[in-house]
């Protein structure tokens, strides 16, 4: 066998500033962190997108325009669900993506996040995982984590449990 010696590390930038779109996010998801800690999640105004898909109790803290999301089912033998984009919602109990088709996610269900460039990845309990690639996926990332957080430490928001559904149910827009 023969000794491939490593590839150079003079490519590799030595600090962000190379990657001029994940400055603003970071900064973003900084004072999201800061506002988050010492104010809580505060919702926002439903618009007539998710307002008929809320149930009771429930809020909306973060809405995200044009987000395309993919999902990849727990077996690998299974298709790769296409690229779907709409508007994505983070409410109080749930993850809403409103498009062709209205897809949702129980927050309780996500067991794990992380970064992938401009991709949010999430793992939910049952195996699928989901791919959210959006602007500023490091705000997104702690705006999912502080709904996540406020939903485990209010009983309420777990009480009356909303539906998880990661299947396709046509939107009605």
Do not use: W
């Amino acid at each position: 066998m023969r000794h491939v010696p490593p590839a150079p590390v003079h490519d590799v930038p030595a600090d962000e500033s190379a990657f001029p779109m994940a400055e603003p996010d970071d900064v973003a998801a900084s004072e999201a962190r800061v506002r988050y800690r010492t104010c809580g999640v505060e919702p926002v105004e439903a618009d007539e997108g998710i307002r008929g898909l809320l149930v009771s109790g429930e809020d909306v803290v973060a809405v995200r325009r044009n987000v395309a999301l993919d999902r990849r089912l727990a077996s690998a033998r299974e298709p790769v669900v296409d690229s779907i984009r709409g508007d994505l919602y983070v409410t109080t109990k749930r993850l809403v993506h409103v498009g062709d088709c209205v897809l949702t996610f129980d927050l309780e269900e996500i067991e794990d996040s992380a970064l992938a460039g401009d991709t949010v990845l999430l793992l939910l309990g049952d195996g699928v995982g989901v791919a959210l690639r959006t602007d500023r996926p490091r705000l997104l990332r702690v705006q999912i984590a502080a709904a996540r957080a406020a939903r485990a430490s209010r009983p309420e928001l777990r009480a009356d449990r909303a539906q998880p559904s990661s299947r396709p149910e046509p939107a009605s827009r």
